[in-house]
């Protein structure tokens, strides 16, 4: 039997993120000739990295949270629940994955690498669509999230002409099936670095969430495969 790694809630904000991923893939974009026809697949594209980085935020605050009242009490579940606080619960979400690892004296998350990496900038594109202001009236704003998100996943290319990084080009199907992936990944990661006592037995959630990553890297690889016979 798996050990506990995220709740009901968690799953469900995951499974939607998927669910939304999904949808952005199978509907119709508009033509290079219809720039001003609304893309219907943007929206499901923006509910989907909410939800993946609401599956982040929920997941390890779900850890702090059940330190305070667990099933079978630890070291580290009582040293989890000495620090929650309003001030810790207002920390960056990767921060407190951070001080996790520290008070179970594993190996914090190297920054520099994946997962850490997708999932930062995950939330940094997040961060741009809840304040999307500054965002959408700067150029230069533009760019940088662009610079920041090359590379993780594929653009938008049928809108390269648009004035503005974000949403035409930024919000493509692969963004949300790459927003998946990345909350994925780094929730099992740190499920693997953490000690087993950090959670109590329950249902087998984390093979929820590698079968779920499976899919989408099929999904992935499905649709960089079909790109590339239709570029040809």
Same mark, same amino acid.
């Given at each position: 039997?798996?050990?506990?790694?995220?709740?009901?809630?968690?799953?469900?904000?995951?499974?939607?993120?998927?669910?939304?991923? +999904?949808?952005?893939?199978?509907?119709?974009?508009?033509?290079?000739?219809?720039? $001003?026809?609304?893309? +219907?697949?943007?929206?499901?594209?923006?509910?989907?990295?909410?939800?993946?980085?609401?599956?982040?935020?929920?997941?390890?605050?779900?850890?702090?949270?059940?330190?305070?009242?667990?099933?079978?009490?630890?070291?580290?579940?009582?040293?989890?629940?000495?620090?929650?606080? $309003?001030?810790?619960?207002?920390?960056?979400?990767?921060?407190?994955?951070?001080?996790?690892?520290?008070?179970?004296?594993?190996?914090?998350?190297?920054?520099?690498?994946?997962?850490?990496?997708?999932?930062?900038?995950?939330?940094?594109?997040?961060?741009?669509?809840?304040?999307?202001?500054?965002?959408?009236?700067?150029?230069?704003?533009?760019?940088?999230?662009?610079?920041?998100?090359?590379?993780?996943?594929?653009?938008?290319?049928?809108?390269?002409?648009?004035?503005?990084?974000?949403?035409?080009?930024?919000?493509?199907?692969?963004?949300?099936?790459?927003?998946?992936?990345?909350?994925?990944?780094?929730?099992?990661?740190?499920?693997?670095?953490?000690?087993?006592?950090?959670?109590?037995?329950?249902?087998?959630?984390?093979?929820?969430?590698?079968?779920?990553?499976?899919?989408?890297?099929?999904?992935?690889?499905?649709?960089?495969?079909?790109?590339?016979?239709?570029? $040809?």
């Amino acid at each position: 039997m798996d050990v506990r790694l995220v709740t009901n809630q968690d799953l469900f904000f995951l499974s939607s993120a998927l669910d939304l991923a +999904r949808l952005a893939s199978s509907l119709p974009r508009p033509s290079d000739a219809e720039t $001003d026809k609304t893309d +219907r697949s943007q929206a499901c594209v923006l509910g989907s990295v909410v939800c993946s980085v609401s599956f982040l935020e929920c997941s390890i605050n779900g850890l702090y949270d059940y330190a305070q009242r667990p099933a079978r009490t630890t070291k580290l579940l009582r040293a989890l629940a000495s620090v929650w606080s $309003d001030a810790v619960d207002r920390q960056p979400i990767l921060a407190k994955y951070q001080i996790a690892l520290a008070l179970a004296k594993r190996e914090p998350f190297d920054t520099g690498t994946e997962p850490y990496q997708s999932a930062q900038a995950l939330i940094e594109l997040r961060n741009a669509i809840a304040h999307p202001k500054e965002l959408t009236e700067s150029e230069r704003q533009q760019k940088n999230l662009e610079k920041k998100l090359h590379g993780k996943y594929t653009f938008n290319s049928r809108r390269p002409l648009y004035k503005g990084f974000f949403p035409d080009r930024c919000l493509s199907a692969d963004c949300a099936f790459w927003a998946v992936q990345s909350t994925a990944r780094l929730v099992l990661e740190f499920k693997r670095k953490m000690p087993p006592t950090a959670y109590w037995l329950s249902f087998n959630s984390s093979s929820w969430v590698q079968h779920w990553l499976t899919e989408v890297q099929r999904l992935r690889l499905a649709s960089a495969n079909l790109a590339s016979r239709t570029a $040809d």
